[in-house]
Each structure stands twice: as structure tokens, then as C-alpha cells.
T-cell receptor
Framework: GDSVTQMEGPVTLSEEAFLTINCTYT??????LFWYVQYPGEGLQLLLK?????DKGSNKGFEATYRKETTSFHLEKGSVQVSDSAVYFC???????????FGQGTTLQVKP | DTEVTQTPKHLVMGMTNKKSLKCEQH?????MYWYKQKAKKPPELMFV???????INESVPSRFSPECPNSSLLNLHLHALQPEDSALYLC??????????????FGPGTRLTVT
């Protein structure tokens, strides 16, 4: 079945460091891909999305490119801030099931 | 407006109580969802409503009873819960045009504690 694999956390970075959170997927067909962010005590917020191969989603300095050849959707940010500390979930929209399939989540901690 | 609202924010209930969680969206979305989230885990899908009809029930125990009174509202009725049902309950909504899986917009959640 469809699945998403994220790099295990926690990821600890200093402020202004470069961030990469790896995400790979297994799916039949051409799923939509998403990154969500969850701050402590809150719900999930849509961070960015891509609906077809080579699409680049971007928002708030975060970027991710839909790479069909490597079945990946890695999240990047050039310079993280303390306020980016949160849990990040990669997800795919499964055409087979009509559901969002989530990765296990990656906790990011940014230190000043 | 991409807001989904949920009430209450926190709920403590005993195992014999009956309570309800409420969710509302005004984005014109025709699909609405209930998820359960345990600490440090991804959300687990419970129910999906499409055009006010229940389309997915992920084998959820009958002590959870969903209801979709109209296209903007979603309720989750709770009865005779167990302590292991304590979790963050998230509501979400999305478009539903049948051509692909659309992004879902989540509410802030209800933190439920069963004593």
C-alpha cells in the first residue's frame, strides 16, 4: 500500500542553519504531496503542497520539490529561526484510498 | 478564510459521561474529517464525510458516533469512553471534486482526557 517515510528526529539546529528533512514515498499513480507543521498544543497547519512531478511548493521560506524519479519530497529552508521549532509531517494524498497518508513526523528544535 | 474551528478546546469526562465535540468550517468544503492524535504520533483517521454522507469509517468503536448536520458542521458524540481514548481530536476539511486528494485544513483540536 501507499506509504511515507520521514527521517527520524529529533533534529537540533542552531539559528540561521540550513534545514533539510527527508521524505520519501511509495505510491501507485501520481499522488499529491504535502508538508504540514504542528506547533506545540496546536493543530496541523498546511505548510506547502505539490500536485505533480517537478512542482515546487514554497511558503514562509520553506521549499520542497516533487521528485518522481527518486520518489522524494524533501523539505528545505535556508535559515531556520527559533520560531520554526515544531513537528513536521510529510503526507501524500493516496489516489487508491482517497486519504492522506502521513509520515511519522520529525521534531525540529532550533536553538538561539 | 482557511479557518476550521473546534469546540471545546479542552474536555475532561468520566467514563460514564456523554459529551460532544463540534467542528465548523466556512470554506465551502464538502469533505470533513475526524482524526485522533496521540502524543508524538501522526493523526489517525477516524471518519470521513463527503457531501454530508459518511464515506469512511476506519473501524472506530461505536462509543464514537459522528454526525454531519450540514455542509459546514461536523460533530463527534462521545459515550462510555475509556482512558485510552484520551488524545487530541482533530477536525479537518477539504475540497472534494473526485479528481485527486486535496489538501486538508485542520482545526486546533480538542484535548480530551477520560478519567
Amino acid at each position: 500500500g501507499d506509504s511515507v517515510t520521514q527521517m527520524e528526529g529529533p533534529v537540533t539546529l542552531s539559528e540561521e542553519a540550513f534545514l533539510t528533512i527527508n521524505c520519501t514515498y511509495t505510491a501507485t499513480g501520481y499522488p499529491s504531496l504535502f508538508w504540514y507543521v504542528q506547533y506545540p498544543g496546536e493543530g496541523l497547519q498546511l505548510l506547502l503542497k505539490a500536485t505533480k512531478a517537478d512542482d515546487k511548493g514554497s511558503n514562509k521560506g520553506f521549499e520542497a520539490t516533487y521528485r518522481k524519479e527518486t520518489t522524494s519530497f524533501h523539505l528545505e529552508k535556508g535559515s531556520v529561526q527559533v520560531s520554526d521549532s515544531a513537528v513536521y509531517f510529510c503526507a501524500l494524498g493516496s489516489g487508491n484510498t482517497g486519504k492522506l497518508i502521513f509520515g511519522q513526523g520529525t521534531t525540529l528544535q532550533v536553538k538561539p | 478564510d482557511t479557518e476550521v474551528t473546534q469546540t471545546p478546546k479542552h474536555l475532561v469526562m468520566g467514563m460514564t459521561n456523554k459529551k460532544s465535540l463540534k467542528c465548523e468550517q466556512h470554506m465551502g468544503h464538502r469533505a470533513m474529517y475526524w482524526y485522533k492524535q496521540k502524543a508524538k504520533k501522526p493523526p489517525e483517521l477516524m471518519f470521513v464525510y463527503s457531501y454530508e454522507k459518511l464515506s469512511i469509517n476506519e473501524s472506530v468503536p461505536s462509543r464514537f458516533s459522528p454526525e454531519c448536520p450540514n455542509s459546514s458542521l461536523l460533530n463527534l458524540h462521545l459515550h462510555a469512553l475509556q482512558p485510552e481514548d484520551s488524545a487530541l481530536y482533530l477536525c479537518a476539511s477539504s475540497q472534494d471534486r473526485g479528481d485527486r486528494v486535496y489538501e486538508q485544513y485542520f482545526g486546533p483540536g480538542t484535548r480530551l482526557t477520560v478519567t
